[in-house]
């Protein structure tokens, strides 16, 4: 049967005055009259801008994918999108993923393009590209910009945010000066590229693999590496077949591609930020996916991979290890051998394709580097709709844990009161942050793992149970639970916390009750909904936000957003 005409054919295949226009204004950036044949119109969606280093490489990659979309008959056309810089972005780029993602759909919509390119690299770009991608359904691939070089600082390696954390804990004891801290800064970050720990970027990036939505070694490949150039050419080349096949993300990202990704996610001890990334990225495609299944089918892969913030080593060095394939050949039978990606091969002959070359990096099933890793998914009066924790990156002893509320009402309280002595805080004591969900701060920030008093840092103390609605960078570490739903500001029960309040987290068992009697907790809700106050964001995108985003449990994707809509515009702009 004869194949369809291409999309593109319906603005540059006219010989009218549409197609006067659509052709003229475009032929303009040096496009001859013999490309617009017939041949498939590639976009390259890219999110390059110098706002964050993690974004930096993409514009000349960009050369590379285009140069492979030429060689392979297609017709490359680059555009941008939003950079969301992690490290730069206030309240917290995770505010705007959903931006990105109401962008990339409508641009790749309502231009004449057949597929596209996406090129990401900092944390929201991967999950924002994805979604909005998935929800116009036309061929895509996912290019990286691919990790950061090691850092370096007195002769040793040291590890994007994860370091960060662990240096501004020893300046806050006294154990390290703050002219040292300030040399740690210059050598932490010295390449272009996303961070070089197993954090949110190498994660989604990783996971881009596991749903093979990505050629393989997009994730570890640092982006200063010549192979990246040969990735990003091979994937220019991809995409154009991809047209010409008709295969969409939805025909490559199926229910068996998430359950990829979940064991994926487990065995690199990602990043917590990817199940919320991940549950948003199912909705758009309505592949059923729930909070359960990352504690579920997860439940027997082990850490595999020996990355900070969970284990040692960085990107480069998980690269010169074999990457993500090599750890999709250690799942072994856990993977989903038969699933298909836009490399045209399934995840079984990738894997079989792949090798291990550093054990210490990248461990086995018979000898992995943890125990069952990815999240544990925690149910109780606390947290009806759901919490999350990373147990390989917790503290085991604080695994199971009753002790008394120290609550902060908000990020301003929490600074405001925690560097004070006399706070009443022990080591038992959980520390509770409210207002720091979707709606609540707005944007859900990374700022679950809140620093610990500086008196018990004196002390010793390296860890302690910390529960709010809010996320954490996936560079950090400690028993931090988080994502709980609903939020505070959504009247979940984490409103009604109270100094001194007997919270018990059982972590084996999954449950985090509030160790208060329903009338009591009734009393306080009666209180907590005569006290609120009008929200003081009463226009634009922050408005939008708050009166339509959906909970964690669900991904944090606006509530109009979830599914797709048809890819096929019918009207004429003149
Ligand atoms: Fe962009 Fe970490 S700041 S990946």
Known sequence: MAKPPLRSAKSYGK????????????????LPDHVFDGRPIIGIANTWSELVTCQIGLRDLADYVKRGVWEAGGVP?????????????????????????????E??????????????????????????AASVDLPAIFVSGGPMLNGKFEGRDIGSGTDVWRFSEAVRAGEMSLDEFMGAESGMSRSAG?????????????????LGISLPMNAALPAVDSRRKVLAHMSGNRIVQLVKDDVKPSDIMTREAFENAILMHAAIGGSTNAVVHLLALAGRLGVPLTLRDFDEIARDAPLLVNLMPSGKYLMEDFCYAGGAPAVAKELGPLYRRDAVTVSGRTQGEIADAAKVWNRDVIGSLEAPVGPSSGVWVLKGNLCPQ????????????????????????????YHARIDHPDLEVDETSILVLKGCGPKGYPGMPEVGNMGLPPKLLAKGVTDMVRISDARMSGTAYGTVILHVAPEAEAGGPLALVRNGDEIAFDGPNRSLELLVDADELARRRAAWEAARQPSKYVRGWYRLYIDTVLQADTGVDLDFLVGKSPADVTRESH
Do not use: Y
């Open 386 to 413: 759901g919490a999350i924790l990373k147990p390989s990156a917790a503290t085991p002893s604080l695994l199971t844990h009753r002790g008394k509320a120290v609550v902060f009402e908000d990020i301003e309280d």
């Open 107 to 132: 641009s790749i919509r309502a231009n004449p393009i057949d597929g596209v390119v996406l090129m990401g690299a900092c944390d929201k770009t991967t999950p924002g590209l994805l979604m909005g």
């Open 15 to 30: 010989h009218d005055k549409d197609g006067f226009i659509h052709r003229s204004w475009i032929k303009a950036t040096g």
């Open 77 to 105: 056309i680059e555009f941008p999108a939003m950079s969301l810089p992690e490290t730069q972005m206030r309240p917290t780029a995770m505010l705007f993923r959903n931006l990105l993602a109401m962008e990339v759909e």
């Open 194 to 210: 996303s961070c070089n720990t197993m954090g949110t970027a190498s994660t989604m990036s990783s996971l881009t693999e596991a």
